[in-house]
């Protein structure tokens, strides 16, 4: 019982990190010309309005993996293989 366990908890694990690249974060590391060019724009802007811009977009991601049916299959079986582990 504790193999099956494991392995629901670790393909869970797997779930929950691509529905997270999905719907959440995104692939941001692929575009690190338009982050230099975010950056250099934006020093030009007031810090209180980057901070906030930066804020405002890691809100959003954050409500994107919230709504991810994928993210919470994914909890869903992390909290099932943890119940297994106990049986």
């Not at 950056?39 to 954050?62: G, H």
């Not at 993996?65 to 297994?84: P, T």
């Amino acid at each position: 019982m504790a193999s099956i366990a494991d392995k629901v908890f670790m393909g869970s694990l797997i779930l929950m990190m691509v529905a997270v690249v999905i719907s959440g974060v995104g692939f941001q590391f692929m575009s690190w010309k338009s982050q230099v060019n975010d950056e250099l724009d934006a020093e030009t802007k007031t810090s209180s309005s980057r901070k906030k811009s930066v804020m405002d977009r890691q809100d959003r991601s954050l409500k994107r993996i919230g709504r991810s049916y994928l993210f919470w299959i994914a909890l869903a079986g992390m909290l099932i293989s943890v119940g297994l582990s106990y049986l």
